[in-house]
Structures are given as C-alpha cells and as structure tokens.
C-alpha cells in the first residue's frame, strides 16, 4: 500500500478522537484534520442523560482528551455538507474543502424527529452537550415531564428527572419498557423499578394530538389515541436515532436504507452500484464468496462509530453497532486497514446504563436470542447475571449490580467469539 500523508477525519466525537489515536498510535505521521460540527473539543455522551443531566458531573468531567492527544488540525464548528469519495474531497458549510488521501467517516447519529413533537420551547432531544444543558434547566421539583421512547435514553432520563424531583410519564411502544431489548424477565425488573420511583408507564401508547399555548407554541399536553390526555411542562422525544449521514448524499458511497454508511466487515465504506445485501448473502450461503466480501470498498474511505454500518458475517446484514466501546475498538481496526497494519480485533459489543442505584451491563448481541436464563443472583435482590442463548450457544451476557461476575462473563464471551463460535464481533 502507498504510504499515506494525510487522513481527515469526519467528526470529532467519540469514534473521531479514536481513530486519531489509533492512527499515530500505528505509526500515521502525516497531516491529521479532525472536522466537527460542534464547537466543542470531543466530549462523552453516555453521562449526558445521567451524571451530566443531573449536575452531578461538570462540563469539565465530560472531556475525553487527554493532555498528550494526537498532534491534529481540528476545524470545529462547522459541518461538513458533502464528500466527493472519487477524490476524497470534503466539503464544509462555510465553503472550505478538504482533500486527503483517506477519509474516516466519524459523524455519529442524530436523534429521530417524532412528527407531531419538533423540538420546541418545552420539548427536548438528549444528543448533544447543548441538549442536556436546555432540558437541565426545565427540570424542577414539580414539573410534569412526559417522556416519549421507552429505551435506553428514555429511562435514563426518567430516574435523572425522578432525582431531580420531577413527575415523570414515560411512553413506550410495549406494555414494558425494554422488554423486547432485553427480554421479558429483565424488561419486567426493571419496568418494576421504574414504578417503585413514581415512575408512571404509559404503553402501548399513540400520540394522536398535541395541545399548545402562547406565541412561542409551548407543548400543554399530548392526547392519546385511547382518548388519554396527559398533561405536560416537559417533554422529551427519545424514540431512537438514525446515522448521521445524509449529507453524504451523492458521494459515491452506499447507504443503507436507515442511513448508516455501508461498509464490510473492517469498516470500509462500499462505493455504490456494487453488490446488495441479499446477494451477498446469497453468494456466501452458496460459497462463492468469501466471508468477509461484501462488495468493493471505495479507495481510502473507513466508517466507524454510529454512523457505519458494518457487514456482520454471523447475521449476514449491515448493521449498526451504537455503543460506546465499539466506537473505540473499531478505530483501532479502521486505522490498520488504512495503514495496512493489524489493529487489535473488536470484541464483542458492550454498553451500559446506570438507572437508580443500579449499574446495567450488557455484552454480545442480545437481538435474535431464543433462550435467557438467569444464571447467578436473583432478580429479587436486585442484582443477577443472565445470558442469552441462540440455537444454544451464547451470544450476550447481562450484568445488574455484578460487576465482577459480569466481567468474567464478557471475557467469556469474547473467547467464544475469537474461537469461531459466533461471530458477535463482526
């Protein structure tokens, strides 16, 4: 491979500040420009709907950078709007553009706008430092806060609002929050611990209308389809996010239908009019292709972080790998792939959520499991391990306040994935 003498990088988040790393870590001495649409310097986003949320963590806590970061050019402030990928040209909105011989592609998610809630004086999304300041400030003793989405972000903000004194509704697609992400015995726990704060559930629910007051059309309340009419001072929409990408429009490269950045299996982005999904997953049932073909990579172009859509060998599809640790593993493989070094191989996906008093830590792929099995503890105490099973072997592993335990199990887990059992790295 030509040595390389300039990288930019499209992003400068979590999965940005990574593959920087990664790259002078594998020896890249060249020219390094980190793009980013925010002023801010990179910054960790999970405390955002906790500690941060809570001002319990500063907005000094939230930095990632440390004082001996890669040497770089960062143009902060100011997104980029489009990328030639024939020539790897970026793009900027004040008219600036950028040419390197090989791009990352870091821009991370935005948050799914729900139709009849845009984001307004009283109603909130929770993607960016600015977001958890604006909807901090609205949140007092007494308010009535109705939030929208029952996942992750959802019940992370209600037991930050509940700690902050707020009378919390919280709106899910299910009858119980996270059920079907986690499964029926650990949705349920937790779905009781949310109660057991005062939590109120509210789901399957609909919005069919909104009630607003005033010239600055301040949400009052949102009406159900059942004819229910909850009252509301704050609202949060939380109802998922979707790649941050479509400003790449018209680059050359392949999206998926949600958005992502379709890449193979170590991260390289697919230039358009290549092969689709079904029929590579038709050439590698048959074994005409191999294992980690997924059509041709455009030339010096990587995605990581939320944003990309990796070929997953196991499930034979793209798919998107939103987690914190992915964004930081991936990069190191992103970074060998441009410089032609090995980078140390992903483990399995792991994320984690503190709600209350307790710590939540998952590791491996729980969607498609057909068995979950409470395995140490109890749910009755408040603190258990269970793992979940597809066609017998183990694909996740669930930890509530056992972080010991749980950490045996991950180590588990990636041992099972690096000996060919499954393929939950990929």
């Known amino acids: 491979m030509e040595r390389l003498q300039s990288i930019i990088i499209v992003g400068a988040s979590l999965a940005g500040l990574s593959a920087a790393r990664a790259l ?113 400030a609205q949140l007092r003793p007494g308010r009535r806060l109705v939030i929208v989405g029952a996942g992750f972000i959802g019940t992370e903000v209600a037991a930050s609002a509940v700690a902050l004194g707020a009378d919390v509704t919280l709106l899910g697609q299910d009858t119980v929050p996270l059920r079907r992400a986690l499964g029926e015995p650990v949705g349920d726990f937790l779905a009781g611990e949310h109660r057991a704060h005062g939590v109120r559930l509210v789901g399957p629910a609909r919005i069919a209308d909104v009630d607003r007051a005033g010239d600055e059309d301040v949400v009052t309340a949102l009406r159900l389809a059942d004819g229910t009419v909850l009252p509301a001072d704050v609202v949060v929409v939380a109802i998922g996010s979707r790649a941050a990408t479509g400003w790449l429009a018209g680059s050359g490269l392949r999206l998926a239908p949600e958005g992502g950045v379709q890449c193979d299996a170590i991260g390289r982005a697919l230039a358009e009019g290549t092969a689709d999904g079904a029929s590579i997953g038709r050439a590698l049932a048959d074994g005409t292709a191999d294992g ?17 859509a990796w070929w997953d060998v196991g499930r034979g599809t793209y798919h998107r790998l939103e987690h914190w640790t992915g964004a930081v593993e991936r990069a190191d493989v992103v970074a060998g792939v441009l410089l032609g070094t090995p980078g140390r191989p992903a483990r399995a996906p792991y994320f984690w959520s503190d709600q209350y008093d307790l710590r939540v830590q998952v590791a491996g792929v729980v969607a498609g499991h057909d068995e979950l099995r409470i395995e140490e503890g109890s749910l009755a105490d408040r603190s258990f391990l269970a793992r979940y099973y597809r066609a017998g072997a183990p694909v996740a592993v669930l ?22 059992g499954t393929a939950l790295a990929s």
């Open 399 to 420: 930890g509530v306040n056992q972080p010991r335990l749980f950490t045996r199990a991950r180590r588990a887990l990636d041992r099972t994935a690096d000996d060919g």
């Open 24 to 136: 002078r870590s594998a020896g890249f001495t060249g020219e390094l420009t980190i793009i980013g649409a925010e002023e801010h310097r990179p910054y960790d986003r999970p405390p955002l709907t906790k500690e941060y949320l809570r001002g319990s963590w500063s907005t000094a806590a939230l930095a990632l950078e440390a004082d001996d970061e890669p040497a770089a050019r960062w143009l902060l402030g100011t997104p980029a709007v489009s990328l030639d990928a024939s020539v790897r040209r970026v793009v900027l909105a004040d008219g600036r553009s950028v040419s390197a011989d090989a791009v990352v592609l870091a821009t991370g998610a935005d948050a799914v706008p729900h139709p009849l809630l845009p984001v307004g004086p009283n109603v909130h999304t929770v993607r960016t430092r600015a977001d958890a300041e604006r909807l901090r």
């Open 292 to 308: 980690a073909l997924t059509g041709r990579p455009a030339d010096g172009i990587v995605a990581v972080g939320d944003c990309a």
